[in-house]
């Protein structure tokens, strides 16, 4: 069962970090992509990559009034190995399963897998199904750079793709009936339920910004404390602001996880340090008066350093609720699982603005993830195929 985990799980470990690291378009990416179109095509479904760099392996002519269901292979750095590959795993079994039992669908159907669904390599969540669904500037998406300074743009050409086609792909969407995506749940949720498997009720709005602080870069031994105007100074106190606003204000989450501070050297005072805060809230409102809260607190840390800041939005999802009616019709057909709200964004929430969407839920029994901790019991992943089997029988 669910063989398709096992025969990935070596693909892209990050002995340094623990964990994966399987980042879009790099080696352990394009493995798993190779991975996939051979497992698809074993299923005898066709295998297209869209203009946007998505894998889509169709079971039969692809066609519109589509049920499309799957997720995405890609990670955070130092990631778990469910979330993402579960749902695709998932997917295949489930369709392996209807074709087995000689099932014929009355509908087209396919696999969906996104690309850069964790944004870990170009920075903005959900990439390709944005690019998809035109949730992005396609201009404003073509010059996005990784660490290394490469443009998608670049990466995608040296992949084939042509980014001069990267953007929204109306007849792609118009193919989409209904979008199911089937995801590790990221929380404490189901532990908490006694479940192991739940429908989705809605997702946290949720962005990225990057802050800057640039003060006076210096010798360590050279300057004294009270002529010193470092930077990593004020990212420190700015960083505490970030947890003390979220706690103030119930419900919402604020994360620095990333933070590079330029030079750089043990015995040098840094001359700015770059730091990224990902901000969550149950709305769009209460997320951006978070982030205006943070940008304030980040601003006082600076002045009482000597420096200066700027907070710039890289990334940001509305929060979602799925469809009510989807959600009611699928946990009364898999006899009363519960709803469970999500922390997490995923790819069924940028296409639920344009598309039917739900997302189905399995167990988690550490509730950690985006860490190697991250797990599925069998028995629950087991559950997780037979709703998605289910679910995929009575819509097709
Ligand atoms: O960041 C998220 O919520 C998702 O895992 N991309
Ligand atoms: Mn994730
Ligand atoms: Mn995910």
């Excluded at 080696?27 to 991975?35: G, I, P, Q, T, V």
């Excluded at 499309?68 to 750095?77: A, E, K, M, Q």
């Excluded at 043990?266 to 700015?272: F, H, W």
């Excluded at 009363?336 to 603005?353: C, I, R, Y």
Aim: charge should be negative.
């Amino acid at each position: 069962m669910l063989t398709g985990l096992a025969e990935i799980t070596d693909v892209g470990r990050d002995p340094r970090r623990g964990g994966y690291s399987r980042h879009l378009w790099q080696a352990a990416d394009l493995e798993l992509r190779s991975w996939f179109i051979e497992r698809a095509e074993r299923l005898g479904l066709d295998v297209e990559t869209d203009r946007n760099g998505n894998l889509w392996a169709w079971w039969g002519q692809p066609g519109t009034d589509a049920v499309v269901t799957g997720s995405h292979l890609d990670s955070v750095p130092g990631g778990g190995a469910y979330d993402g590959p579960l749902g695709v795993v998932s997917a295949l079994e489930a369709i392996g399963r209807l074709q087995a039992s000689g099932f014929v669908p009355s509908r087209p159907c396919a696999i969906l897998m996104f690309a850069e669904e964790e944004g870990s390599r170009f920075g903005v969540a959900c990439l390709g199904s944005r690019l998809l669904a035109g949730a992005i500037d396609a201009d404003q998406a073509r010059a996005l750079t990784d660490r290394d300074g490469v443009t998608l743009a670049e990466a995608a050409q040296k992949v084939g793709v042509d980014p001069a086609h990267l953007g929204v792909d109306r007849d792609a969407l118009a193919r989409i009936g209904l979008f199911l995506e089937l995801h590790v749940e990221q929380g404490r949720g189901l532990i908490d339920l006694g479940q192991p498997v739940a429908v989705a009720s809605s997702i946290l709005a949720h962005g990225r910004w990057r802050l800057s602080v640039t003060g006076q870069g210096n010798h360590a031994g050279g300057t004294t404390m009270s002529e010193r105007r470092d930077p990593m100074v004020a990212t420190a106190a700015a960083i505490v602001g970030v947890q003390t606003a979220a706690r103030n204000r119930p419900g919402t989450r604020a994360t620095i996880g990333r933070i590079e501070a330029m030079p750089g050297g043990t015995n040098v005072i840094a001359s700015r340090v770059t730091a990224w805060l990902d901000a969550r809230a149950e709305t769009d409102q209460e997320t951006r008066l978070l982030v205006a809260d943070i940008a304030e607190r980040a601003q006082q840390a600076a002045a009482q350093n000597g420096c200066s800041a700027t907070l710039t939005e890289e990334s940001w999802a509305g929060a979602v609720q799925f469809q009510p009616g989807l959600r009611a019709r699928f946990t009364q057909a898999l006899g009363q699982v519960p709803e469970l709200a999500t922390g997490a964004g995923h790819d069924a929430g940028v296409l639920a603005a344009q598309v039917p969407s739900a997302m189905l839920f399995v167990r988690n029994p550490t509730g950690i993830s985006h860490a190697p901790e991250e797990f599925a019991e069998m028995a629950d992943c087991v559950a997780g195929v037979d709703a998605l089997e289910l679910l995929l029988r009575e819509l097709l």
